[in-house]
């Protein structure tokens, strides 16, 4: 990942504030990665919309309460992505 290519992660960025909050990052220019517990289909809504748009969204799914779901959500996100640069921690759990 180039210094110049922004990864924002999202906790709760499926539904309501954490969706607002993952559009206005993507349209800042951040790549952004969320997490999301029990939205599936909000979350796949969301990442439709924005891709329709040009941006480079992901969503992935995590039971924050469990410590071994952070690693892995952070893990995978990494993997996929390289180390986020702003992490936003929106959920409610």
């Known amino acids: 990942m180039s210094d110049d290519i922004r990864l924002a992660l999202v906790t709760g960025g499926a ?3 954490g969706a607002r909050l993952v ?3 993507a349209e800042e220019g951040y790549r952004v990665a969320f997490s999301y517990h029990a ?4 979350a796949q809504a969301l990442v439709d ?3 329709s ?4 969204v992901a969503g992935y799914a995590a039971d924050l309460r469990e410590a071994g779901e952070c690693e892995a959500l952070i893990d995978a ?3 996929d992505f390289g180390p986020p640069r702003l992490l936003v ?3 409610g759990i």
């Open 15 to 17: 539904r309501r504030l």
């Open 23 to 25: 559009r206005a990052l």
């Open 39 to 42: 939205g599936e289909r909000d």
């Open 49 to 51: 919309e924005l891709e």
């Open 53 to 56: 748009d040009g941006r480079e």
């Open 77 to 79: 996100v990494t993997a």
């Open 89 to 91: 921690n929106n959920a």
